[in-house]
Nanobody
Framework: VQLVESGGGLVQPGGSLRLSCGAS????????MGWYRQAPGKQRELVAT???????NYVDSVKGRFTISRDNAKNTVYLQMNSLKPEDTAVYYC????????WGKGTLVTVSS
């Protein structure tokens, strides 16, 4: 099983980024996919999840700014991040859950002027 994140980088406050996570080795359409993040000195936290049927859930701090989506034909989950704030700075991890948990290695998002 492999989850590979991409799309991180440096962005100014108020800017946007789109993260992608490509999955292999799993029946992607069965999995609940999620994005988590870990800021320096803090615990990893849930950002957003999307079920196999497309139901979504977000942490309060990103509601209205972030959108999670998935393309089962491409085995890919996305996180569109708008109106980014410095407090969104973190390593963002992709997660696949169906009984077992699988994790990507993460992609760094830095929001700074």
């Amino acid at each position: 099983v492999q989850l590979v994140e991409s799309g991180g980088g440096l962005v100014q406050p108020g800017g946007s980024l789109r993260l992608s996570c490509g999955a292999s080795g799993i029946i992607f359409s069965r999995y609940v996919m999620g994005w988590y993040r870990q800021a320096p000195g803090k615990q990893r936290e849930l950002v957003a999840t999307i079920t196999s049927r497309g139901s979504t859930n977000y942490v309060d701090s990103v509601k209205g700014r972030f959108t999670i989506s998935r393309d089962n034909a491409k085995n890919t989950v996305y996180l569109q991040m708008n109106s980014l704030k410095p407090e969104d700075t973190a390593v963002y991890y992709c997660n696949a859950k169906y009984g077992a948990d699988w994790w990507g290695k993460g992609t760094l998002v830095t929001v700074s002027s």
